[in-house]
T-cell receptor, first 116, second 107 residues
Framework: EAGVAQSPRYKIIEKRQSVAFWCNPI?????LYWYQQILGQGPKLLIQ????????DSQLPKDRFSAERLKGVDSTLKIQPAKLEDSAVYLC??????????????FGPGTRLTVL | DAKTTQPTSMDCAEGRAANLPCNHS???????VYWYRQIHSQGPQYIIH???NNETNEMASLIITEDRKSSTLILPHATLRDTAVYYC????????FGKGTMLLVSP
């Protein structure tokens, strides 16, 4: 079974530039998550999709971050414009529709973003 | 707010059992206890979860106290490949990661 795919794996940009990350979840997984992981910390949820609808985006900095999952499959996370503090690993995860609250998320390898 | 408390780091000798504690004293009745781990430069990996009863799978065992205020993840025979950050998470529909415990398994 193929895992969660992410690209690119690494990205270096200058502040105020724009950047986009792509994620393809495991086939059949209806739920997709984007996390931000700053060095030394645990992942922080940015946004959660159920099919192509947003379930939770309460921690997404909406003035500069946007995400979409148009056909309920793959997803794109964009930062525009980037700030120095956006330097982090951006992780995508997917899971089956959860029943009774149980969540097993499958994570991709992440995209390491460096903002100079 | 991770809502759990874990030691920052732990050491374990290869072949010995690793016992990782977690405190979740304010856990709600419908929240599960999850354990994930993250090996360096990889995404987190699910290990195990439980609600009230102790659980075991091919990776680990999870012991939850009767009052559900704390739990212990047990890796019965730790190997070098178990060196990772281990996250204890309490949650229902979302997962909130803390800083976890850095487990170093040494020869």
């Amino acid at each position: 079974e193929a895992g969660v795919a992410q690209s690119p794996r690494y990205k270096i940009i200058e502040k105020r530039q724009s950047v986009a990350f792509w994620c393809n979840p495991i086939s059949g997984h209806a739920t997709l998550y984007w996390y931000q992981q700053i060095l030394g910390q645990g992942p922080k949820l940015l946004i959660q999709f159920q099919n192509n609808g947003v379930v939770d985006d309460s921690q997404l900095p909406k003035d500069r971050f946007s995400a979409e999952r148009l056909k309920g499959v793959d997803s794109t996370l964009k930062i525009q414009p980037a700030k120095l503090e956006d330097s982090a690993v951006y992780l995508c995860a997917s899971s089956l529709v959860w029943l009774a609250g149980v969540i097993e998320q499958f994570f991709g390898p992440g995209t390491r973003l460096t903002v100079l | 707010d991770a809502k759990t408390t874990q030691p920052t780091s732990m050491d374990c000798a290869e072949g010995r059992a690793a016992n990782l504690p977690c405190n979740h004293s304010t856990i709600s009745g419908n929240e599960y206890v999850y354990w994930y781990r993250q090996i360096h430069s990889q995404g987190p990996q699910y290990i195990i979860h439980g609600l009230k009863n102790n659980e075991t799978n091919e990776m680990a065992s999870l012991i939850i106290t009767e009052d559900r205020k704390s739990s212990t993840l047990i890796l019965p025979h730790a190997t070098l490949r178990d060196t990772a950050v281990y996250y204890c998470i309490r949650g229902y529909s979302t997962l909130t990661f803390g800083k976890g415990t850095m487990l170093l398994v040494s020869p």
